[in-house]
Every structure is written in structure tokens, then in C-alpha cells.
């Protein structure tokens, strides 16, 4: 049922402009600075306009090297335009003195190409990541050292200094004012020890480590060195750091709400206490020389043993938008693209004194870009929200973020409308978001804003509307583009095309809310819309634009609907901003044409700024076919009875070990045809439907990879596994006990519970063949 509000209950805000002047720190403007970007304590900047930089975490060395430029190609399609990866000491140098930096491991031809596709990079460097690595990162014999770890000891000092110098050698000539590498981050998730980051610091200094922006991360109420580092927050929806049977968390809950609280006690908070006993510290919030940053929001979530979460794409969409409009200056993933760890054994695990035991190999995170390079749902909400920060980031940047008059009471208030107002005190944009995961929300009825602006109060929309479950929305206020003002409107900005001519505006539906706009008395509407009175229009979404004109100018407006607005690719070219339509992958290529992959014929359409119109794309390919088919699935041997424990620590849940998947576990062998198996360009896949508790792959007599059950399917290239004609390909799955402490999404738990006995079924595997394509200008 709707919420009990009635359509007299205004929703309301009056700007409030930022509580400090502007001011310009000495990072990146007199220290380290840069030839692009400089930070101010309200926003940064980029080529000297205010910016919002959207950064995604991958990890080059979970990655094999020749799947590097597809991931990085797919991210800036995806609005990504800084790269962050952590540089995990444990995958480089596993034995003193012999570092390794080549293959899958080279860092500086990473960052290399990253600067050949126009993407920025922030390193971070550890020396101590987590990252669900071994040791968080810790080579074994560092993590042997009798030091006094992530301090000022001389002693673990030497250590870290000499890998400084080693990352420092091999980055040479990176790392300057002119590159790409705008960021370093300074270990992980250091509470305590404020003077040993500024100690880091040096080290990396004086390695010819530098970037315009130092970082550290700064929830868990962490002590920070004042001005040396920029502090950088996260939030996730879900985590698998609770216990099996917890509820929803508030530290997962206050994500779905907007804020001005940034830190988030939660995140690792049970390695925290595990490793040394303390809970945070009071939280923090941002400081005063620096805007409000992240670099972990969620975009997605690793799998462990005892708990295994898996966020839809509107969980993590739904984050995303609040942190917008809660005034974030830097949106940063954590995961945006997820990988597969490059050996056996350099997992986070209960047995090298971790709380978690992670799979072996798997690191998909349910990404964005998932392991295999497949796109998740949240990929396209997240592309929309990015293309909205490319085409209004100059706009927003500065803008402070304003909260209601009436706030939700807390994370239980499921009735109050969850909204924020950025603006500049003229113009702006209501960011709502009413979704959360979990704990469903009704709809909202009779929502109607009265914002108060520097002109006057505004009222949104002219008429009260009904705000459908699931709606993530961003409405532009006042927003003045090619000499046309924009009084509101009940889309979502999406970006703006510059044709030579007047320029188009793009909006984009919400499902169950009517397109309305507003425009100025003597603004003059062409199209496709019905005048309502009082300036508004009621707007039919199509694929046909409106024209606005003007005494001070004319602009094209577009409505997409909203069952297209998520096949929207927005795509910087040589040609400029372009706007795609496509329900696969595209990407702009070497030479600035579009290509992309598909299972069968691409369907791809691309708007024609000159006509106003959608043109199908031709495409040159060669097809693969058929792009699915069933593979027989041999039974090798049955399940054996399977306990429904394999051991625990501190009431978590062990996974069981490689000898007990061998012994217990059920068998198969997959048949795949001698003909693509596995192919040099585009990806083949094996997608295994299953339910169970743990399974692995077995490609020739070895393990390549595994999987912890969520109720997802499980999705390998077959390449990167290793399959080649004439493999033998084993499927091995564990049964889930009945009685087995590990916690579900709520889909997987009611099969479970519909099971009587252990849980165990291999429903199909079939064989998936991409198809790569290239535009065709012929």
C-alpha cells in the first residue's frame, strides 16, 4: 500500500550554501602539483573546471594480461574515468628479493595502457591492502617478520622501503606531473597510526612515487594525518563480514538513506576487532580541507564461506545515487570489474588468521564486469548515473548538498520519502531514491517538493505524483542549456549532446512516474507534448525530440523511455559526445569506431544529433552459432554423506578444504564440442546452473576455479581457464547440509528450505559464444 502521506504534506528544503569559503590546500596546488588536477576543500578539479571523477577498482593482476584492454575499454564505456587498483606486495615479490613484474604483474604497462585509452589511475600501494588477499597483501615472509607490522619499527620499515623502491623502479616516469597516476593511497584501513601514513608517505617520496592526490581510507573513525592525506570513505548495501544468521545491519542500512555522515564504522569491522580486539573509534566526518571523497562504494560483494551476499543492480545503484546527492565531490567502486586470484592458496582464509575463508580463485565480487567479463545488472544503472556526472559534473561539483526539513527518523522509517536537494541557490538537481534491499518499501504517494532557491521557492511538480518502489531518479531544477531554462522536470538528466546546432538535452523516464516539464512563460514547445497549464507540459517518452525555443535560444529535448533508458550508452569519440542505444556491450575502439559483443546479430542504434533521429549501426562480424547450446554433463561418481560442519572460528563457518571436495563432493564430466572451446577474441563461456554448497573446476587434473553457491549462475571463460581442444573438463559439487551455518540471499534460502535433505542439483550447463563486432562504414 502507499505511504499514509496526503498530497498537502510538501516535501521541502531551502538551500543552504557550503559553512566554509573556498580555499585551495597545498596538495596538488603548491605540493605535487599536477597538470590537470587540483583538489579545493568543496570539489576537485579537472583542466581547471570542477569535476566529479568516477574511479573503479580492478586488479590488474587477478586479471590475465591480454583481458586488460577489454575490461579497461568496457569500464570507460561505462563512465568510469579513473582507474584504482591495489598493487598487492604478496602477488609480486611471494620470495625475498625476487620481485616480479612481469606478464599479468606488470604494473607499468597497466598504467601505460590505461593512459593510452584516456583513463587516470590511482595506486594503491599498501604495503598492508586486504583486498581478501593472504595476509592482506603480505608476502609470508613479511607477514613472518618479527616487527611490529604497519608501525614506525625501523625494522618493517627497511621492508617497506626497499619494496617502495622496487614499485618506485618500475613506475619510473609515471608518476610525474604530466601522467596519468593522480593518486596514491597509503595502506588500508589504519585506525591508529597517523604518524606512520605521513612516514609511508615519505617512503613513496623518495621511491619517485608522487600524484597530485594522497589517500587513505578513513572510515572506522580512523586517525588520519591531518592535510597529508585526502580521507577517503566507502559504503556497502550487504556485507559478508557479518555473521551467517545476522539481520540487516544498520551499518549496511544507513546507505539507502541520504546523509552528511560519511564515515561507516562497519566496513571491516570484524577483522578490526578479530586482529586486534578494538571496535571504531567515534565516527569522523569529512575534513574540512577536502571534499567529501570515496573510494569504496559498493559495486557488489565478495562471496565467504559463512555468509554470501549478492546485491541486485538497483542495491547498488541505489547507494550510488544517495552518495550523489549527499554531496559527494568523488565516486569510487569497489569492485567495479572482478577477477580470479593468479594462484592457489592467496586467498583470505580462516587458517592464516582471518575471521573469512574466501574462495580459492574466485574474486567475480558480482562486479559491474564480472569475472568473465560478462555485465551485471547494476553496469547499466551505474553507466547512467556515470553519464549524468560527465554532461553536469562542472555544475554539481561545487554545489553543496541540502538536506530535508523532515529527515527519516532513523534506518527503520520506511514511510518518509528519502531525497536531497544540490544546488547552488538558482539551480540544481532533487536527487530521490526510494529503494532499499531486503526490507521492501511501499509506494510513495502524493510527493510534491517545495524547494527554496535564491529567485524564489520552486514547487516540483506542479502536481503531486506517486513515487513507484525502485525509483532512482535525479530531476534537473532551473537548468539553463543553450540559452533555454528548464523551470523542472520528472526525468532523470542523462547528458547533453552538442550537435553544432542548438544543443540536445536527454532525459530519461522513471518507470510509473509521467514525464512532465516546465519551461518559462514565452518558451515555445514543439513535439510530441501536451500543455497542462501554468508552464508545465505532460511529455510522451519516445525516440522523437522536442524542440524548445526562446528569445535566448533553442534547445532539443529527448524523453527516452523508460524500458530503453537502460540500454543508453553515453560515449566520448572523435566525433564527440554520442549517444548509443544497445542491450549488449559497445565500447569505442582503437580507431574511434563503435564495436562491441553479442550472442547473435548485434541490435545497435545511435542517435543522429543532425536529424533528431535513431539510425541502426551496421555492423561487420562473424558470427558464431548457435551463441548457446547444452553440453552433456557425464556423471563420474555420486555424492558422498557430507557433515554439516567442516569446522569453524569465532562461530564462523569453515569451508571445507581441498580434501574433502575430493572425497565427498559429486562429479561430472562436461562434453564440450572439439570446435570453440575457447577462442582468441571473442569470449566463450561455460554457465553452470546449480545449487549446492561449494563447487570447482577441474581443467586437466587441476583446479582453475570455484565458487561458494548464492543462487547465481557461475560463469567461466574458458580461455582464461585453460580449456583447450581435447581437455578434460571435470565438474565437481558439493552438496549444502541441511543443517550447514552459512548464510543465503533470500531466493537461495527458500529453494533451500524447499529441500528436503541436503541441496544438490546441476540443472545445465551450457556453452556461450560471444561474438565480437566492429562498426562497418562500407
Known amino acids: 500500500m502507499p505511504s499514509p502521506n496526503t498530497a498537502l504534506d510538501l516535501l521541502t528544503a531551502t538551500h543552504r550554501p557550503h559553512s566554509n569559503a573556498l580555499l585551495r590546500p597545498a596538495m596538488s596546488n603548491t605540493e605535487d602539483p599536477h597538470g590537470r588536477w587540483r583538489v579545493t576543500n568543496h570539489y576537485l578539479e579537472c583542466g581547471g573546471r570542477p569535476a566529479i571523477p568516477v ?60 593512459a593510452s585509452l584516456d583513463l587516470d589511475v590511482v595506486l594503491r600501494i599498501g604495503p598492508w591492502a586486504h583486498g581478501e588477499v593472504r595476509n592482506g597483501g603480505f608476502p609470508d615472509w613479511v607477514q613472518a617478520a618479527r616487527v611490529r607490522h604497519r608501525t614506525n619499527d625501523p625494522a618493517y620499515l627497511d621492508m617497506v622501503e626497499r619494496w617502495y623502491n622496487r614499485l618506485g623502479a618500475e613506475l619510473h616516469g609515471l608518476c610525474g606531473p604530466d601522467g596519468n597516476v593522480i593518486g596514491i593511497q597509503l595502506d588500508n584501513e589504519l585506525y591508529d597510526q ?26 572506522g573513525g580512523a586517525d588520519l594525518p591531518g592535510a597529508e592525506v585526502l580521507p577517503v ?53 569529512t575534513s574540512d580541507l577536502y571534499p567529501a571523497a570515496t573510494c569504496e562504494l559498493t559495486g557488489g560483494m565478495a562471496t565467504a564461506y559463512q555468509r554470501r551476499p549478492w546485491p541486485a543492480g538497483k542495491d547498488v545503484a541505489a547507494v550510488s545515487n544517495n552518495k550523489i546527492g549527499s554531496g559527494s565531490g568523488w565516486q569510487g567502486y569497489y569492485m567495479f570489474a572482478g577477477g580470479t586470484n593468479p594462484a592457489a592458496g592467496l586467498q583470505e582464509t580462516q587458517a592464516t588468521g582471518y575471521p573469512n575463508d574466501l574462495p580459492e580463485f574466485d574474486y567475480d565480487f558480482h562486479a559491474p564486469i564480472g569475472a568473465s567479463g560478462r555485465l551485471a545488472p547494476g553496469f547499466a544503472l551505474l553507466r547512467r548515473q556515470h553519464a549524468f ?6 555544475l554539481l561539483a561545487p554545489m553543496p548538498s541540502t538536506l530535508p526539513d523532515r529527515e527519516p527518523s532513523g534506518v527503520e522509517d520506511s514511510e518518509t520519502l528519502r531525497w536531497a536537494l544540490r544546488s547552488d541557490g538558482t539551480s540544481g538537481f532533487v536527487f530521490l531514491t526510494w ?31 506517486d513515487i513507484p518502489a525502485g525509483t532512482i531518479a535525479a530531476w534537473p531544477v532551473n537548468l539553463e542549456i543553450g540559452g533555454v531554462r ?62 524548445a525555443t526562446c528569445s535566448g535560444g533553442a534547445l532539443k529535448i529527448l524523453v527516452l523511455p523508460a524500458s530503453l533508458a537502460d540500454q543508453a550508452w553515453v560515449l566520448e569519440t572523435p566525433r564527440g559526445r554520442e549517444l548509443v542505444l544497445s542491450a549488449e556491450p559497445v565500447w569505442m575502439d582503437a580507431v574511434g569506431l563503435l564495436a562491441g559483443r553479442s550472442l547473435g546479430a548485434p541490435s545497435v542504434r545511435r542517435y543522429a544529433r543532425e536529424t533528431g533521429r535513431f539510425e541502426a549501426v551496421s555492423a561487420a562480424m562473424q558470427l558464431r552459432a548457435p551463441a548457446r547450446r547444452d553440453v552433456p ?90 580449456i583447450r581442444a581435447g581437455s578434460e573438463v571435470l565438474l565437481q559439487v558439493l552438496p549444502l547440509s541441511k543443517d550447514a551455518e552459512v548464510g543465503l540471499p533470500a531466493a537461495a534460502q527458500r529453494l533451500r528450505d524447499a529441500t528436503s535433505g541436503d541441496l544438490l542439483a546441476v540443472e545445465r550447463v551450457q556453452l556461450v559464444c560471444w561474438s565480437d563486432w566492429r562498426e562497418d562504414l562500407g
Open 55 to 114: 574511479s573503479g577498482e580492478i586488479h590488474f593482476s587477478r586479471l590475465p594480461r591480454n583481458r586488460w584492454e577489454d575490461r579497461l575499454r568496457l569500464m570507460k564505456a561505462g563512465g568510469i574515468t579513473v582507474v584504482a587498483c591495489y598493487v598487492f606486495w604478496i602477488h609480486h615479490e611471494p620470495v625475498e628479493g625476487d620481485a616480479r613484474f612481469d606478464g599479468n604483474l606488470d604494473v607499468a604497462a597497466f598504467v601505460r595502457l590505461c
Open 194 to 219: 597517523p604518524a606512520h601514513l605521513s612516514r609511508l608517505k615519505e617512503l613513496a617520496r623518495a621511491a619517485g612515487l608522487g600524484a597530485p592526490l594522497w589517500t587513505a581510507t578513513a572510515w
Open 233 to 285: 570513505f566507502g559504503g556497502y548495501g550487504d556485507g559478508f563480514w557479518v555473521d551467517a544468521g545476522a539481520p540487516w545491519d544498520p551499518t549496511f542500512r544507513q546507505h539507502y538513506f541520504f546523509s552528511h555522515q560519511w564515515d561507516d564504522p562497519g566496513i571491516g569491522a570484524d577483522l578490526r576487532e578479530h586482529l586486534s580486539g578494538n571496535e571504531a573509534a567515534p565516527p569522523r566526518s
Open 389 to 394: 556526472l560527465a554532461a553536469f559534473g562542472d
Open 435 to 465: 529503494h532499499q534491499p531486503h526490507i521492501p518499501l511501499p509506494a510513495y504517494s502524493g510527493a510534491q517538493f517545495r524547494l527554496g532557491l535564491a529567485d524564489g521557492p520552486v514547487t516540483v511538480p506542479d502536481v503531486p505524483v
Open 486 to 547: 528548464l523551470l523542472w522536470a520528472t526525468a532523470s538528466a542523462l547528458t547533453v549532446l552538442d550537435s553544432g546546432g542548438p544543443p540536445t538535452l536527454v532525459l530519461a523516464a522513471e518507470a510509473g512516474i509521467e514525464p512532465r516539464l516546465c519551461l518559462p512563460e514565452g518558451t515555445v514547445l514543439e513535439g510530441e507534448a501536451a500543455p497542462l497549464g501554468g508552464n508545465a507540459w505532460a511529455v510522451r517518452p519516445s525516440l522523437a525530440q522536442l524542440t
Open 633 to 722: 554433463l557425464v556423471p563420474v561418481r555420486a555424492a558422498a554423506a557430507i557433515p554439516a560442519s567442516f569446522g569453524s572460528l569465532a562461530g564462523r563457518a569453515a569451508a571445507p578444504g581441498r580434501e574433502a571436495m575430493a572425497e565427498l563432493s559429486a562429479e561430472y564430466r562436461i562434453e564440450l564440442p572439439t570446435t570453440d572451446a575457447a577462442t582468441g577474441g571473442a569470449p566463450t563461456e561455460l554457465e553452470v546452473t546449480w545449487a549446492g554448497d561449494v563447487a570447482r573446476l577441474l581443467v586437466d587434473g587441476r583446479v582453475v576455479a570455484d565458487r561458494f553457491w548464492d543462487g547465481s549462475e557461475w560463469v567461466i571463460d574458458t580461455g582464461d581457464a585453460g
